[in-house]
């Protein structure tokens, strides 16, 4: 079984930073924790930032230039500093495989509890 853990979530003001950890705890197969997601009540999954193997860094428009996504390898961890918060980012935050921004989040088989995030005005 595959465990995906994330922290580093909190309350925090309009403007202030925020660091996200996700260790991936693997006990049987390979998974690489390469992306981060988001999801808020009553909508969908959606992808905010994700790292490939080769380094290159995809962000969703909304958080470009102002999240920052980076992964460490031997501990197969993924980090998303976050800076400049806003209440829109408000959001419970999932870490999981990035196969690129095209691939249906939904296919992504296994899911953590994530980590909430909220952003108060």
């Known amino acids: 079984q595959v465990q995906l853990v994330e922290s580093g979530g909190s309350l925090v003001q309009a403007g202030g930073s925020l660091r996200l950890s996700c260790v991936a705890s693997?006990?049987?197969?390979?998974?690489?924790?390469r992306g981060w997601y988001r999801q808020t009540p009553g909508n969908q999954r959606e992808m905010v930032a994700g790292i490939t193997s080769d380094g290159r860094a995809d962000y969703v428009e909304s958080v470009k230039g102002r999240f920052t996504i980076s992964r460490d390898n031997a501990k197969n961890a993924v980090y998303l500093e976050m800076s400049d918060l806003r209440p829109e980012d408000t959001a419970v935050y999932h870490c999981n495989q990035y196969y690129g921004m095209e691939y249906p989040i939904w296919r992504y088989p296994r899911w953590g509890p994530g980590t909430r995030v909220t952003v108060s005005s």
């Open positions: 693997e006990t049987i197969g390979s998974v690489e924790v």
